[in-house]
C-alpha cells in the first residue's frame, strides 16, 4: 500500500510542480507533514544533497525521499513517478510536432526565434557586466564575440573558454 501512495504524491508532484526542481518544494513540505513519511530537518538534508548531486534537483529529491520511505524500490517508485507525467507530455508533443516539421511556416518560425534567442541572451550578458562594470569581463565578451563571428567552433569550446576567464576575472578581481 505505501508503494501505491507513494506513485501518487510523487505522480501529483510530477504533474503540477511546473518550473524545475525547486517547484516541487511546497508539495515535498506537504508530505513532510501530512505523510510524516519523512521529517521536514530530513527534508532539508534531501534538498542539499541533491543540490549538490548531478541531475535534476526534483528528480534527486523524489529518489533520495523514496529511499528514506521505503528503501530501493521506494526511489525507484518515486523517480518514476515524478518523471513520467513530462515523459508522456513530451511523447505527446513530439507526435504533435512531428506531423509540423517540413511545414514551411513552422521551419520559418524557428528559423527567426534562433537570432532572437541569441539576441536575448547576448542583452542578458551585457546587462550584467554593465551592473558589475568589470571592465576585464567586457574585454573578454568582445573578444569572444568577435572570435565567435571569424571562426565557427563548438558551442562548448566557447563555453569553456568563457568558463576559464570567468575564473581568471575573478582570481583577478581577488587581487585587486
Not at 508533443?93 to 527567426?112: A, E, G, H, Q
Not at 541572451?121 to 569572444?144: C, H, R, S, T
Request: charged share 10%; aromatic share 14%.
Amino acid at each position: 500500500m505505501i508503494y501505491w501512495e507513494l506513485f501518487k504524491e510523487f505522480f501529483h508532484i510530477g504533474l503540477f510542480s511546473y518550473g524545475g526542481g525547486y517547484a516541487t518544494l511546497p508539495f515535498l513540505y506537504h508530505i513532510a507533514e501530512n505523510k510524516g513519511w519523512y521529517t521536514v530537518d530530513q527534508l532539508t538534508n534531501m534538498i542539499a544533497v541533491s543540490s549538490v548531486t548531478p541531475g535534476p534537483v526534483g528528480v534527486n529529491v523524489a529518489t533520495f525521499a523514496g529511499f528514506v520511505t521505503s528503501g530501493v524500490l521506494g526511489s525507484l517508485i518515486a523517480t518514476t513517478a515524478v518523471i513520467l507525467p513530462s515523459f508522456v507530455l513530451i511523447l505527446i508533443i513530439y507526435r504533435l510536432l512531428d506531423k509540423f516539421r517540413t511545414n514551411k511556416y513552422v521551419r520559418s518560425i524557428i528559423y527567426m526565434l534562433k537570432p532572437t534567442g541569441c539576441g536575448l541572451l547576448a542583452a542578458v550578458g551585457i546587462e550584467m557586466f554593465i551592473q558589475d562594470i568589470n571592465m576585464l569581463g567586457m574585454v573578454l565578451l568582445v573578444g569572444l564575440f568577435i572570435a565567435g563571428m571569424a571562426e565557427k567552433r563548438s558551442p562548448m569550446f566557447y563555453l569553456g573558454v568563457s568558463a576559464l576567464a570567468g575564473i581568471a576575472a575573478g582570481l583577478f578581481n581577488l587581487i585587486d
